[in-house]
C-alpha cells in the first residue's frame, strides 16, 4: 500500500468533490482553514471511540442525529437547542428501557457537503450544477450562486464552531442536568402525541433521583448525573476542508481530523481506490460505512482492512441503509461474513436513506412506517444472527417541520407543503423522532 499521507487522496479518486475555477482562492482559504484553531480535541476523540468499543462489545448503544444538511439561512441557537433536547429525551427513552448507555452524536456543527445523484438540475430549460450543500454553492438556483465558492468553507467553519459552543455549554452548563428530564418535554413536543408517555417516563426517573439523593447522590456530588458527553459528526466529503483541519495531536503524535469526533464514509463513496477512504484511513477518528443494496461484500471486507488493518473494536460503525423492503435480503448476509471473518464493527441501522420516495407531486418524503419497518427488521435480523444492533443514524429536527408522511399524528401527503423547510433529505420532526425512540426502545426490549 502507498504511504499515506495527508494528501495523499489527491492521487486518488474523488467522487462529489467539487472542482472550483478559482484555484488560487482554493488555495489561500485551504491555508486560512490551517492556520484556524482545531474544532475538536484528540483527547475527545479516544473517548468516543472507547464508548464505541463498549458499543460492539453489546454494552452501549449509539444514538445519531440530525439535519440531512445544516444550513447557513436556518442556523440559530433555538434550531440548536430543539435538536439537542429532542436528541436528550430519544436517549433517556432508550437508556430506560435497554439499561445501556446511549452515546450521543449529532449530525451537526458540520454536517453541509452533499452527495448528489445529478450534477446538474435543470428546471425550464436551464441547466445549473446541482446544490451540494451549503459549504460548497447556493440553493438559490442562480448560475453564479450555484458556482462552488471556496469562501463557503470559511462561513461553514465559522457556523461549526459556533455550534459546537453552544452544544459544549448545553452538554456542560446544566441545561443536560438529568433533574431537569421533565423541562426537555417543552413546545409542540409536550402538547403532542408522545408528551404524555415521555412525562410519565420523566416522572419515573425523578422518583428514582429523589431516591439516590436520600441516599446522597445527586448531581453536585456525581457529575454523571449534572452534564451528558455530545459528540458531533458529519459526512466526510469535502476532503480540501477535511484535510486543512487534520493535526497532528501533540501528546501522542497521531493524526485526527479535528472538524467533527466522528466522520462517515457515504454510499456513494465507498469503493475501493476511493480518495474518500485514502484520507480516512490516515485519521484516528471512528469512520463510519454506509452500506446499501449495492454494497459488495468482498470490497466492503477490503475497506475495513484498510480503514482499520488491526482490527482495533470502536473504529468502525457499519451504517446500513437498505430499506424497509430490501434489509431481509441483503444485511443477514453481510453479518454472516463479517463475523466468520472476525470483523469488529458496531451496526447501526440508517432507516432513512434507503426510504427516500417522492410523492404523486413529486415532494421527496419518506413514510414513517417504513421507517420503523426497516429499524424493526434490523432488530429481528441482528437477534437471529447473534450480533448486537448497536446504533440508529437519523435525520430528524428539533422543529415541528412536516417532511415525513406518518406517525401518530398522521401527517399526510398534503401536510408536507405546510413546513417543508429542508435543504436535502426530509427529516423527521420532534414527535415523530420521539415517537420512534419509543418503538425502538419496545422492539429492543422483546
Ligand atoms: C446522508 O447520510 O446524508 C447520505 C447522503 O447518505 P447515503 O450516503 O447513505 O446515501
Ligand atoms: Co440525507
Redesign the pocket.
Known amino acids: 500500500m502507498n504511504q499515506w499521507k495527508i494528501n495523499s487522496w489527491r492521487d486518488f479518486k474523488a467522487k462529489h468533490v467539487p472542482t472550483y475555477k478559482d484555484a488560487e482562492k482554493l488555495r489561500t482559504t485551504e491555508n486560512t482553514l490551517k492556520s484556524f484553531p482545531p474544532l475538536v480535541f484528540a483527547g475527545e476523540v479516544r473517548a468516543l471511540k472507547k464508548n464505541l468499543s463498549a458499543v460492539s462489545e453489546g454494552n452501549g448503544f449509539l444514538l445519531q442525529g440530525g439535519d ?2 445544516e444550513s447557513f439561512s436556518e442556523f440559530n441557537a433555538d434550531n440548536i437547542r430543539d435538536t439537542f433536547r429532542v436528541l436528550l429525551q430519544m436517549a433517556v427513552i432508550l437508556t430506560s428501557s435497554t439499561k445501556l448507555p446511549v452515546i450521543k452524536v449529532g ?1 451537526m456543527a458540520g ?1 453541509f457537503a ?2 448528489r445523484s445529478s450534477e446538474f438540475e435543470t428546471i425550464n430549460g436551464q441547466s445549473f450544477p446541482s446544490y451540494a450543500g451549503d459549504i460548497i454553492n447556493s440553493i438559490e438556483f442562480d448560475s453564479i450562486k450555484r458556482a462552488p465558492d471556496p469562501d463557503r468553507m470559511l462561513t461553514a467553519y465559522s457556523q461549526a464552531a459556533s455550534t459546537l459552543n453552544l452544544l459544549r455549554a448545553f452538554a456542560d452548563g446544566g441545561y443536560a442536568d438529568l433533574k431537569h428530564v421533565q423541562s426537555w418535554n417543552m413546545g409542540f413536543v409536550k402538547g403532542g402525541s408522545q408528551g404524555e408517555r415521555y412525562g410519565h417516563l420523566a416522572e419515573e426517573i425523578q422518583k428514582s433521583l429523589k431516591f439516590m439523593e436520600a441516599l446522597g447522590i445527586n448531581s453536585s456530588n456525581t457529575p454523571q448525573l449534572r452534564s451528558v458527553k455530545y459528540y458531533t459528526s458529519h ?1 466526510a466529503l469535502l476532503l480540501p476542508y477535511e484535510e486543512a483541519l487534520t493535526r497532528s495531536d501533540s501528546t501522542s503524535g497521531d493524526t485526527y481530523n479535528t472538524s467533527a469526533h466522528f466522520l ?1 464514509i ?5 469503493f475501493i481506490d476511493s480518495a474518500h477512504i485514502e484520507f480516512c484511513r490516515g485519521i484516528q477518528n471512528p469512520i463510519g460505512i ?1 452500506c ?1 443494496p449495492k454494497t459488495n461484500t468482498e470490497s466492503l471486507l477490503k475497506i475495513i482492512d484498510t480503514l482499520n488493518p488491526l482490527n482495533e473494536s470502536g473504529k468502525i460503525t457499519l ?1 446500513t ?1 437498505f430499506g424497509f423492503e430490501k434489509v431481509e435480503q441483503y444485511l443477514p448476509k453481510i453479518i454472516k461474513e463479517l463475523t466468520k471473518e472476525g470483523k469488529s464493527v458496531i451496526w447501526s441501522c ?1 432507516p ?2 434507503g426510504n427516500t420516495i417522492k410523492n404523486k407531486s413529486g415532494v421527496k418524503t419518506r413514510r414513517f412506517e417504513n421507517i420503523l419497518g426497516e429499524v424493526k427488521s434490523n432488530i429481528e435480523i441482528h437477534k437471529a444472527e447473534g450480533s448486537h444492533p448497536g446504533g440508529i ?1 437519523l ?1 430528524m429536527t428539533g422543529q415541528n417541520v412536516t417532511e415525513c408522511t406518518g406517525g401518530l399524528d398522521k401527517i399526510s401527503d398534503s401536510d408536507l407543503k405546510d413546513r417543508y423547510r429542508t435543504h ?2 426530509p427529516r423527521l420532526n420532534a414527535n415523530q423522532a420521539i415517537e420512534l425512540a419509543f418503538l425502538i426502545a419496545d422492539s429492543l426490549r422483546k
Open positions: 440531512c444538511a449530525r454536517q452533499k452527495p459526512e462517515w457515504g454510499d456513494r463513496t465507498r454506509k446499501g451504517i441503509r440508517d432513512m436513506h443514524h435525520e436535502c433529505d
